[in-house]
């Protein structure tokens, strides 16, 4: 079972990109790396998934280096919004045994100044 | 899409008493989880379920806790009986198959005094 490890917390002020770092020291090679947003009183939500290298959508950028032991959220000019609980995710291949590793660590709380 | 759906929103119960947690997956995902939340624990899987059946209930704290899927729209998380350390945040989530991403609901908020 691929184990994150997270900053407990990050603050930043609005406008400005805030990168979060997840290692995964241990992480299969069948696995996928998600990333899920959750803010108080809500479920989770889903934010980007990657595999390796680089993805982008409209709200954030998911960088994964070529060993794959960790990955960095890239949050574009944050603002007072994305203050949230951002969970990184490691698991989801198909193990070949139908389960899934679908286990939460303590998230990063990300805390956006004014 | 309506969503993951989750009832009742908020339970409160006194200690000891039967509550029932109730899941409406969204149509067409075969996984249906089962989170619990709490400060000091975090984010808890409890079971999970592929294609209406119990895959993995190793999450489930004690005896007390059953879960059910009788079809693919519905399935419930039942404590009997229920003890103060169980209030907590329930959250069931669903998805579509490997590689795909969780879909959360609103959670039930549980208050057992």
């Known amino acids: 079972l691929a184990k994150t490890t997270q900053p407990i917390s990050m603050d930043s002020y609005e406008g400005q990109e805030v990168n979060i770092t997840c290692s995964h020291n241990n992480i299969a090679t069948n696995d996928y790396i998600t990333w899920y947003q959750q803010f108080p009183s809500q479920g989770p939500r889903f934010i980007i998934q990657g595999y390796k290298t680089k993805v982008t959508n409209e709200v954030a950028s998911l960088f994964i280096p070529a060993d794959r032991k960790s990955s960095t959220l890239s949050l574009p000019r944050v603002s007072l919004s994305d203050t949230a609980v951002y969970y990184c995710l490691v698991g989801d291949g198909d193990s070949g045994a139908g389960s899934y590793q679908l286990t939460f660590g303590k998230g990063t709380k990300l805390s956006v100044i004014p | 899409d309506a969503g993951v759906i989750q009832s009742p929103r908020h339970e409160v119960t006194e200690m000891g008493q039967e509550v029932t947690l109730r899941c409406k997956p969204i149509?067409?995902?075969?996984?249906l989880f089962w989170y619990r939340q709490t400060m000091m624990r975090g984010l808890e899987l409890l079971i999970y379920?592929?294609?209406?059946?119990?895959?993995?209930d190793s999450g489930m704290p004690e005896d007390r806790f059953s879960a059910k899927m009788p079809n693919a729209s519905f399935s419930t998380l039942k404590i009997q009986p229920s003890e103060p350390r169980d209030s907590a945040v329930y959250f069931c989530?669903?998805?579509?198959?490997?590689?795909?991403?969780?879909?959360f609901g609103n959670g039930t908020r549980l208050t057992v005094t």
């Open positions: 989530a669903s998805k579509r198959g490997f590689n795909s991403p969780l879909h």
């Open positions: 379920f592929n294609n209406n059946v119990p895959i993995d």
């Open positions: 149509s067409g995902h075969n996984s």
